[in-house]
């Protein structure tokens, strides 16, 4: 395939590390370009002027629309079981998360709706909304387990998403979330719920090659800094990297917990200090992968973006896509709402959504940016005036093809 007269060729860039404070304002755009795909990658790339011959290639004339990597979501929770509007319902009238979880709701109402749901049917609910999302722009995810908090229905929920990956034409990354929550039967020792997850769960989800990350959700009231700590480092010798849940309703010590145990990254953030935002702008810091989606939907205070990225922190955007506090995985909504309400400039937005993304799924060498090379997963817009339009109008479906493997995507 050859694209020609896109007017934006968005983010145009061999991989350079992971960007950082300011370099995260540096998004590379050639104006009136061309794009070249040969099985499925991109072999080329320039302004129209020097394509002199376009050979027996199958001609596409954006005639005008611009055209962007696809987004790199690095967080979600894709496979559940069912939605949650009651617990919406709840807050609406003024219960916060906190109290729905700890009444037996949240995470836990997850899991046992979950529970009772055949493995084929998860599939088919989570291929239904990944082809969604792939139609939205996005074109790689990572899922998460979690709402298992069993061997046998977490090793369910990692088979299912096994079976996403197979399936699927995007790139799938697979973390264990076994610690997401204390399940009820465990609240009176939560010691053997953890030992649980340490010498059961992950032996058998190593054994089956079900992982790729481990997780925890390092929070008040579900796992603690030290129980996040030891609970990465045993994954860790297990060959799996953190990527933690940390800060999102109290400061926990999650940024510790993933600095010290080499976390891929550690997400979240709606509630921080100077200290945990002068850790994240170390040189070998994890990743900061803010999800403001789920900051909205819990009317919760948006991470401090601005202040992260002034402290050279390597800030990432993801949806959290999850029936309780993100049931959205528009990662076009979440760049949009990062320029809106955490003051990201469009540039710094769609880094952090694209090559960031990507470097927090370890997918850098396929995604992320126009490189020679790297998958030809695209987003082809409608028309748009400048690379901020996209931002600015939000709401608005701007994605008009998305481009996966080389194919329109349909
Ligand atoms: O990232 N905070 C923990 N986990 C999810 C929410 C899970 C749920 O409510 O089902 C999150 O926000
Ligand atoms: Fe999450």
């Given at each position: ?30 104006n009136h370009a061309y794009l070249k795909i040969d099985d499925g990658r991109i072999t080329g790339f320039g302004r129209m002027e020097d394509l002199h011959h376009f050979g027996d290639y199958r001609i596409v004339d954006a005639e005008g629309r611009s055209v962007l990597p696809a987004w790199c979501d690095s967080h979600s929770h894709l496979v559940f079981a069912a939605s949650r509007e009651a617990e919406f319902i709840d807050k609406i009238k003024g ?316």
């Amino acid at each position: 395939m050859l694209i020609t007269n896109i007017r934006h060729l968005i983010n145009v860039r061999p991989n350079t590390g992971r960007l950082r404070g300011s370099q995260l304002a540096e998004l590379p755009v050639l104006n009136h370009a061309y794009l070249k795909i040969d099985d499925g990658r991109i072999t080329g790339f320039g302004r129209m002027e020097d394509l002199h011959h376009f050979g027996d290639y199958r001609i596409v004339d954006a005639e005008g629309r611009s055209v962007l990597p696809a987004w790199c979501d690095s967080h979600s929770h894709l496979v559940f079981a069912a939605s949650r509007e009651a617990e919406f319902i709840d807050k609406i009238k003024g219960l916060s998360y906190a109290e729905i979880a700890a009444k037996g709701g949240g995470i836990l109402n997850s899991a046992r709706k979950l529970a009772e749901t055949e493995e084929e049917v998860l599939f088919d609910l989570a291929k239904e909304r990944l082809s969604r999302l792939i139609r939205l722009g996005t074109g790689a995810l990572e899922i998460k387990s979690g709402y298992g908090l069993s061997t046998e229905t977490e090793l369910k929920m990692l088979r299912v998403i096994r079976r996403l990956k197979e399936w699927a034409p995007v790139p799938v990354k697979a973390t264990f979330l076994g610690a997401h929550a204390i399940p009820m039967e465990y609240k009176g020792n939560r010691r053997a719920y953890i030992d649980l997850i340490l010498q059961e769960m992950l032996p058998a989800i190593v054994q089956e090659n079900l992982a790729d990350y481990i997780d925890v959700f390092c929070e008040e009231g579900f796992f603690s800094q030290a129980e996040t700590e030891e609970i990465c480092r045993v994954g860790a010798a297990f060959g799996l990297k953190p990527k933690i849940h940390a800060n999102q309703l109290n400061i926990s010590g999650g940024v510790q917990a993933g600095y010290r145990t080499g976390a891929l990254s550690v997400d979240h953030l709606e509630t921080i200090s100077d200290e945990e935002i002068r850790i994240l702008g170390l040189t070998d810091a994890p990743m900061a992968t803010l999800l403001p989606t789920a900051a909205y939907f819990l009317r919760m205070g948006f991470p401090p973006a601005r202040r992260l990225i002034e402290n050279n922190a390597a800030v990432v955007l993801a949806s959290d896509f999850n029936p309780g506090s993100s049931p959205s995985g528009n990662m076009n909504m979440v760049v949009s709402m990062s320029c809106i309400q955490m003051k990201m400039l469009p540039e710094e937005a769609i880094n952090a959504a694209t090559l960031n993304g990507a470097y927090a799924m370890e997918l850098e060498e396929e995604l992320g940016s126009i490189a020679t090379g790297k998958r030809a997963n695209l987003i082809l817009t409608e028309k748009i005036p400048s690379v901020a339009y996209l931002p600015y109008s939000f709401g608005e479906n701007l994605v008009d093809q998305v481009i996966i493997n080389g194919e329109f995507y349909e």
